[in-house]
């Protein structure tokens, strides 16, 4: 895996709610969902509306064995799953990852009450699956695949929710969704997580301008974002999480914005594929 790019792809990169529309077509509708791949090596990070459309791709690309890492179990970040093609195909290995619940529920306590009745029409033992569930603390340093680091940290959000860093061939990506910031702080686990790394992919749901509004919603801004990235070294900047009531042309207005105050910085969207 020497010479192999780290790969990311984005299956989803909106935030609360999928959308749909017109006024969504260019920057997508679906909610969080990020393959990272180094060679045949696939981890995925988070469950949104997007893992359905990576699970079909995923078993048209005959891929067997597959990591899926949660930040946390709100709606938009595990809506996907019930509906993930690999969770119900016996010859594929799942593994499901969680720690934002570490010491009050398991990944498979979580995975069984989601799918279950009445909110699915299933329970998960139609999930046929060779399907393993890991737990963490927030703060482990995981290796789920040969040449492929995990590093995680808890985030400030309802209900608890972990930032990961992906690390493999000398890259390295960091996903830092759902957090809120504290004005005038850099929150430094987010600092730790994303030093140098070559992308960060952030919550930036809300402008500071709405931020007093949305107070203890649990969400970031696109300006923190950039704060964050300038303090701790990072290359480029995925704004992410886009909130469900921004079209596309409020999107690219903020994407303007920030790179002009940091070049790195970009706009997330469906089906983007980055090579680190």
């Not at 498979?108 to 909110?119: D, H, K, V």
């Not at 040449?147 to 959000?157: D, E, I, K, N, P």
């Not at 493999?168 to 140098?196: F, R, Y």
Request: charged fraction near 20%; glycine fraction near 10%.
């Amino acid at each position: 895996m020497s010479e192999v790019p780290l790969k990311v792809q984005f299956w989803g990169v909106r935030g609360s709610i999928p959308v749909s529309g017109a006024d969504y077509a260019r920057f997508g509708g679906n909610t969080a969902c990020i393959e990272v791949s180094c060679g045949d090596e696939r981890l995925i990070l988070d469950g949104g509306s997007g893992l359905y459309q990576a699970g079909r791709a995923l078993k048209k690309a005959g891929v067997a064995e597959i990591d899926v890492f949660l930040t946390h179990c709100h709606y938009d970040h595990v809506i996907g799953l019930p509906f993930f093609h690999p969770l119900y195909d016996p010859s594929t290995k799942l593994i499901l990852w969680s720690g934002h619940t570490h010491g009050r529920m398991t990944t498979r306590e979580l995975i069984g009450q989601f799918i279950s009745p009445p909110w699915f029409p299933v329970s998960a033992e139609y999930c046929t699956s060779n399907l393993h569930c890991r737990d963490f603390v927030p703060g482990d340093a995981l290796a789920p695949r040969a040449g492929m680091v995990v590093r995680t940290g808890s985030l400030s959000h309802p209900g608890g929710c972990v930032g990961y860093r992906v690390e493999a061939n000398g890259k390295s990506v960091a996903l830092i969704s759902d957090t809120e910031h504290v004005a005038g702080v850099l929150d430094p686990v987010v600092l730790d997580l994303i030093a140098d790394a070559d992308l960060v992919i952030y919550d930036s749901t809300y402008l500071e301008s709405e931020m007093e509004r949305y107070r203890g919603f649990g969400h970031s801004t696109w300006e923190q974002g950039i704060k964050l990235c300038k303090a701790a070294g990072a290359k480029r900047l995925a704004l992410f999480h886009h909130d469900p009531s921004r079209t596309d042309s409020q999107v690219e207005e903020i994407e303007r914005a920030a790179q002009a105050r940091f070049s790195g910085a970009f706009a997330a969207r469906d089906g983007l594929i980055l090579d680190l």
